[in-house]
């Protein structure tokens, strides 16, 4: 690649991108945190997972209701899902004209409070679009296909409880120092949610093995080694074991601090023994994200630049390319080329934990868990 570490990366940023700001590598650094959530994202995307996946979403710490926690990405279960059709128009598509076209079709939505967001306003998509929820699931909405003078849009019930999370961790440091004081801080952070949030909570032996230990409802108990009772836990069909489990999946970019997946330091340590999955986007991965798609692309992928600039050029009125709000054209780019490209883009991380595992496995556990049946498992 051009660049052999994601900090020259950010100088480059920083000079012809983020110059006209007050701090430019501070702001490139925000930048390249925003698209390591943007490649998490349209992974999962392509993994056929869209309609599972909620964006910032409350988490609530298992056995403590009281105290919760924002997450990146969580996959939750579909309840029931409905397609309708509205008349294509210059103005937005909003929550309520798509909560008015399911009413029409007799859809069912007693308990569900509508939400005020636009799916689609000026160009601009919403990702994983709330339009409604209850005190038990989430409404959302997207965009299936475009004919004629018509949009057909995919709506679909989520229920609360998610089955997996995903995190992105990324952490920059001052120019000349090696460590940041915030960088153990924030792995301890995200380490703190990954181990809250599932039924299934880790413990160490004195040996120093890891393992789990998950709770029953009648107060009794399984403890294997952690790898072992994660397998077990996911390709089971144990209501018990399922109904409050949650797969903690963790992504980390590299910046100075991190080091890299075969030279780990204190903070990849730490959020290595705290989710169950931590995935390592290598420098050699982003670089191609980067290079690919934002500052040198081919003529297909050149208006996914156009509007990343556009996003961060001085005096923007909306930032267009990000995990939430995202230019329509510029995401179907993005899917068609994480979609024929996805060999590549699965080799752009490495697995940190569990030991021995592959970016395949974890496709298959988050394929397993999506196919449970979660109406009867969360009775």
Same mark, same amino acid.
């Given at each position: 690649?051009?660049?052999?570490?994601?900090?020259?990366?950010?100088?480059?940023?920083?000079?012809?991108?983020?110059?006209?700001?007050?701090?430019?590598?501070?702001?490139?650094?925000?930048?390249?945190?925003?698209?390591?959530?943007?490649?998490?994202?349209?992974?999962?995307?392509?993994? =056929?997972? !869209?309609?599972?996946?909620?964006?910032?979403? *409350?988490?609530?710490?298992? =056995?403590?209701?009281?105290?919760?926690?924002?997450?990146?990405?969580?996959?939750?279960?579909?309840?029931?899902?409905?397609?309708?059709?509205?008349?294509?128009?210059?103005?937005?598509?909003?929550?309520?004209?798509?909560?008015?076209?399911?009413?029409?079709?007799?859809?069912?939505?007693?308990?569900?409070?509508?939400?005020?967001?636009?799916?689609?306003?000026? =160009?601009?998509?919403?990702?994983?679009?709330?339009?409604?929820?209850?005190?038990?699931?989430?409404?959302?909405?997207?965009?299936?296909?475009? %004919?004629?003078?018509?949009?057909?849009?995919?709506?679909?019930?989520?229920? %609360?409880?998610?089955?997996?999370?995903?995190?992105?961790?990324?952490?920059?440091?001052?120019? =000349?120092?090696?460590?940041?004081?915030?960088?153990?801080?924030?792995?301890?952070?995200?380490?703190?949610?990954?181990?809250?949030?599932?039924?299934?909570?880790?413990? *160490?032996?004195?040996?120093?093995?890891?393992?789990?230990?998950?709770?029953?409802?009648?107060?009794?108990?399984?403890?294997?080694?952690?790898?072992?009772?994660?397998?077990?836990?996911?390709?089971?069909?144990?209501?018990?074991?399922?109904?409050?489990?949650?797969?903690?999946?963790?992504?980390?970019?590299?910046?100075?601090?991190?080091?890299?997946?075969?030279?780990?330091?204190?903070?990849?340590?730490?959020?290595?023994?705290?989710?169950?999955?931590?995935?390592?986007?290598?420098?050699?991965?982003?670089?191609?994200?980067? !290079?690919?798609?934002?500052? %040198?692309?081919?003529?297909?992928?050149?208006?996914?630049?156009?509007?990343?600039?556009?996003?961060?050029?001085?005096?923007?009125?909306?930032?267009?390319?990000?995990?939430?709000?995202?230019?329509?054209?510029?995401?179907?780019?993005?899917? !068609?080329?994480?979609?024929?490209?996805?060999?590549?883009?699965?080799?752009?991380?490495?697995?940190?934990?569990?030991?021995?595992?592959?970016?395949?496995?974890?496709?298959?556990?988050?394929?397993?868990?999506?196919?449970?049946?979660?109406?009867?498992?969360?009775?």
């Amino acid at each position: 690649m051009t660049y052999k570490s994601v900090d020259k990366l950010q100088k480059v940023l920083a000079s012809n991108v983020f110059n006209h700001t007050k701090d430019s590598k501070k702001a490139a650094g925000r930048c390249l945190g925003t698209l390591v959530e943007i490649i998490t994202y349209y992974l999962l995307k392509t993994w =056929g997972l !869209d309609d599972q996946i909620s964006i910032e979403r *409350r988490l609530e710490e298992y =056995g403590n209701s009281d105290i919760t926690h924002n997450v990146e990405y969580s996959l939750h279960p579909v309840i029931r899902s409905s397609i309708v059709t509205i008349e294509k128009s210059e103005k937005a598509i909003t929550a309520n004209a798509i909560i008015n076209a399911l009413k029409a079709t007799g859809f069912d939505l007693k308990n569900l409070k509508q939400k005020q967001n636009d799916l689609l306003k000026k =160009g601009i998509l919403r990702n994983a679009c709330t339009i409604a929820d209850s005190d038990n699931s989430f409404l959302l909405a997207s965009i299936k296909s475009s %004919k004629n003078n018509q949009l057909e849009l995919y709506t679909y019930e989520q229920s %609360k409880k998610p089955y997996a999370i995903f995190e992105c961790k990324r952490v920059g440091v001052e120019e =000349g120092l090696n460590k940041g004081p915030q960088t153990i801080e924030k792995a301890k952070q995200g380490a703190y949610t990954a181990r809250i949030a599932s039924s299934l909570q880790k413990i *160490r032996t004195e040996s120093g093995d890891l393992h789990g230990i998950i709770y029953k409802s009648d107060g009794s108990y399984i403890i294997k080694p952690l790898t072992e009772l994660i397998g077990e836990i996911v390709y089971s069909n144990d209501k018990e074991l399922l109904r409050r489990f949650i797969l903690t999946v963790g992504v980390v970019s590299n910046h100075g601090n991190w080091f890299t997946s075969e030279n780990p330091n204190k903070e990849l340590k730490v959020l290595a023994q705290s989710y169950d999955w931590l995935l390592f986007l290598t420098d050699n991965g982003f670089s191609e994200f980067i !290079d690919s798609l934002l500052l %040198k692309p081919i003529k297909k992928y050149k208006l996914i630049r156009d509007v990343f600039l556009e996003s961060y050029i001085e005096g923007k009125k909306k930032n267009q390319f990000t995990k939430v709000h995202m230019n329509l054209e510029a995401d179907k780019i993005l899917f !068609d080329y994480f979609n024929e490209n996805l060999k590549l883009v699965e080799n752009w991380f490495n697995i940190i934990a569990p030991e021995n595992k592959k970016i395949v496995n974890l496709k298959e556990n988050l394929n397993e868990l999506k196919h449970k049946t979660w109406t009867t498992i969360l009775k």
